[in-house]
């Protein structure tokens, strides 16, 4: 089976999703972090450092859970550059305040 190459949107992605969970890892060690979520800490460095920009769907699920951070959070984060020149000409009804910063 051949891969195909990732966008450059999708490498996007990938470098919000790692620097979202670094800063919500914050003082954590990164060892402790995954652990507790069940995965390698080489894994997780990889994803931190976005050099695996399409991670299987379980393994942000784990890390989000071990992190406090919704399913919900992640996803809005990490699209958030993509709506923001999608939605430009569209005023948001209403918007409930982001618990990742």
Known sequence: ???LPLTPAEVERGQRLGALLRRARGCRSMLDVALASRISP?????IESGRVATP?????AAIAD???LSLD???AEI???ERTVEDQS???VAR???LVS
């Open 42 to 46: 080489e894994t997780l460095r990889k």
């Open 73 to 75: 959070d992640v996803w």
């Open 56 to 60: 299987a769907f379980p393994t942000i």
């Open 66 to 68: 071990t992190l406090g």
């Open 90 to 92: 569209v005023l948001p």
């Open 96 to 98: 409930r305040p982001s």
């Open 1 to 3: 089976m051949v891969r």
């Open 79 to 81: 699209n958030r550059a």
